[in-house]
Nanobody, 119 residues
Framework: QVQLQESGPGLVKPSQTLSLTCSVS??????????WAWIRQPPGKGLEWMGT???????YYNPSLVSRTSISRDTSKNQFTLQLRSVTPEDTAVYYC???????????WGQGTQATVSS
């Protein structure tokens, strides 16, 4: 059974960097057929894809966020990490990590973690 778990601070001040980690069990983040994504949902809005990292460690970003976003990984811990720089209150959202498997759908999701940007 594949499981994903997000972790990180619940509260971040404006202009700071939000860092979140997704811990994966039941699958390896180096499996060639799998992609690992960060997705967020601001209050009252729909889901927004932020970026994806593939099995080789190459990352792909939403063009609207590319200047502020970095996704990296630690293969020894089977984790991947999101960094969102220069946050504003508009970055307040529930942040999810998810796997895009061979079916090309997001077949496994973390439970989500609330991140609030406020002074």
């Amino acid at each position: 059974q594949v499981q994903l778990q997000e972790s990180g601070p619940g509260l971040v001040k404006p202009s700071q960097t939000l860092s979140l980690t997704c811990s994966v069990s039941g699958a390896s983040i180096t499996t060639n057929t799998d992609y690992w994504a960060w997705i967020r949902q601001p209050p009252g809005k729909g889901l927004e894809w932020m970026g994806t990292i593939d099995a080789r460690g190459s990352a792909y970003y939403n063009p609207s966020l590319v200047s502020r976003t970095s996704i990296s990984r630690d293969t020894s811990k089977n984790q991947f990490t999101l960094q969102l720089r220069s946050v504003t209150p508009e970055d307040t959202a529930v942040y999810y990590c998810a796997r895009e498997g061979i079916s090309t759908t997001y077949d496994y999701w973390g439970q989500g973690t609330q991140a609030t940007v406020s002074s």
